[in-house]
Each structure stands twice: as structure tokens, then as C-alpha cells.
């Protein structure tokens, strides 16, 4: 089956391809949604399609032989021309071209007026902490809420481990069900107590899609990289990557509040894209941090859940106690 750019179409009829994105013509957002509809030729079937970007040889595959529903992390901003291509037994179809010019999305460092906010999550009764058992030995924690001591509102969430080796502690509780929003804003107070006992602060969110897989929003202010790192889904496993933006943990000043906001969105393949972190009223866009991030996991659809985990520096040390206050969660 011929699937090389250079194909000469053997058909004479006109194709049958619906493209729904992009359409001909207008800006479009990138990462740019790649969909069309195929219904083939001269009365016959497809047997396959695709697609291939200006004069690029690389043939990328639909999903089905009608279709194409994909998120394309190639085109750099600026005018391109998608060539969809589809064969029959007879060959290959007439050739279909839109072109349209693409733009980066300016992050607008925002949260809309219509956007759902959780209120205070640091006061819900469901938390559970557990030991992360993705990192290396073990941990042992608990939680008391309201804690007065330390809070901003009168009444903020104190965390508490002990640890050995690197031992996270991850603290965690599902907050809504909604599998329609793509926007999130994770936002919350933060204070150390002792800073130089943390590795890793881990922020992430996870959402169940209605197709039942979940889309994991991972970001994390991590000693190793000294930066905050994103998750994306490579050769089939979730792996953790550094980004562009400033963040280690261990200098971070101790007994004081601080202030985060990590904005993400997905599109409908699941495929996530880290927009801006805000750290202590200072902003910063992340770069290229796209990436797929649907698995299958099995829990139940439109489910939304938080995750809020403490990694322990070095092989075991003084407990650690950590505060959270105002903890909210935005989405649109």
C-alpha cells in the first residue's frame, strides 16, 4: 500500500473527506487538532489514511481508516498546508490540502469569570495520605485540619511525615466529577517549616475523561532539576521532564507563606499542555511542555482528583511538617 508523499492519485473522482480541523483559512492555536472524516472514492472504501505537513515526507497515520483525530506537535507558528491522503483497492484518492496559519496561544495569566472554583479544598473531609510507593523507601504520615497556628483564614491544613530514605508522602482526595472542563488552575498557600528537608513538592491533578481514561496533570518544584517539572507519557510509561521555569524547593524561606499557581489545559485526545506558573507574583510561560497524558487506570469517568506530595531529602531525616492554606482548584 503506497503511503509516500509522492503518489500520484489514480482516481478521478472527487474524494469524500471532511475536514474539521483546522478549516482553511483562519488563525489557529497551536498545538494544532488534526481531524477529518473519510468516506473514501469512486464509491469505495478507505483502506487507509493520513496526512503529511507542507513539503515534510512523513506520513502520519489516522486513527481508523476514516479517520483522523489527532494533536500535532510539529508545526512551528506560521502558514502550513495539511495534505490528507486516502487510498481504495484502487489506489490512491485525490488529494485534499488546507491551509491555514498557526499561532502560539498567548498565556493570559488569568482566571476567567466563569470559571468553576472548588473554594477551599484544604478543609474537605475526604483527604487521604498514603506512602508513594514510586519512590524509594517509606514513609508514615498524618493530617490535622483546622490547624490555627499557621493559616492565613484562621483554619489551614497541617501535613506531617516521617520518612526514610526518600520516602514520599502523598496526600491526595477526589473533588468533583465533571469530565466536560480542559482548563485548570492548581492554586494553594504553601509554608515550610524546614525547607532543606524537602526533595520534591509535587502539585498535580488527575481527570477522568468520558472515554474512561485519565488525563494526568503532573508538575512538581524539584531539587534534581531545580526546576518545575511536567509529566508527559513516552514509550508507554509517565516520565518527569524539567522546564524552562525556576523552581527549587530548598530555597524556598522557611515559616513563610508562598503562593503557587500552575495553569494546564487539555485537548480531546488527552494530549496536556503546561501554560504559566505563578510563584510569589512572579510569572513565567512554559516552553514546549506538551505532551500525551491519557492512560487507562480505571477509575470512574469525569472524576477529578488532587494530589498534593512531599518527597523527603536525603536517606531518612527529622520529621516534616508543612502547611497548606486556601487550596483551590479553578477550571473552565
Known sequence: MPVCASATPTSSSSPDITVTSPIKGPTVTLPA????????????????????IDN?????????????????????????????????????????NTTFTGAKAA????????????GSLDGASNWEW???????????????????????????????????????????????NDATVTH?????????????QIENIEMDMNQVMSDGRTVIFGTQCATGSGSFEYTKIVNGGTHWYASNIPCHPKTWTAN?????????????DGVVTYDWVNLNGTYTDFKNATGASAEHLGWPAG????????????AGGDPITVYIDKMTIYSW
Open 107 to 118: 498565556a493570559a495569566h488569568t482566571i476567567p469569570s466563569n470559571a468553576i472554583s472548588t
Open 33 to 52: 487538532w488534526v481531524r477529518a472524516h473519510n468516506v473514501g472514492c469512486d464509491g469505495l472504501a478507505p483502506i487507509s489514511f493520513g496526512y503529511t
Open 303 to 314: 472524576d477529578l482528583l488532587l494530589n498534593f506530595q512531599l518527597d523527603g531529602a536525603g
Open 130 to 176: 498514603n506512602h508513594d510507593p514510586g519512590t524509594p523507601g517509606d514513609s508514615r504520615g498524618s493530617s490535622l485540619y483546622p490547624a490555627d497556628s499557621e493559616s492565613l483564614d484562621g483554619a489551614s491544613r497541617e501535613m506531617y511525615f516521617t520518612y526514610s530514605d526518600n520516602g514520599g508522602e502523598i496526600y491526595h482526595l477526589t473533588f468533583a
Open 184 to 196: 485548570f488552575v492548581y492554586d494553594t498557600y504553601i509554608y515550610l517549616v524546614n525547607p532543606s
Open 256 to 268: 513563610t507563606w508562598h503562593h503557587v499557581q500552575i495553569a494546564s489545559h487539555r485537548d480531546e
Open 56 to 96: 515534510d515526507t512523513r506520513f502520519v497515520l489516522g486513527v481508523t481508516a476514516h479517520d483522523i483525530n489527532t494533536t500535532d506537535q510539529t508545526m512551528s507558528a506560521g502558514t502550513h498546508t495539511i495534505h490528507f491522503k486516502s487510498w481504495n483497492v484502487n489506489g490512491i484518492c485525490p488529494v485534499v
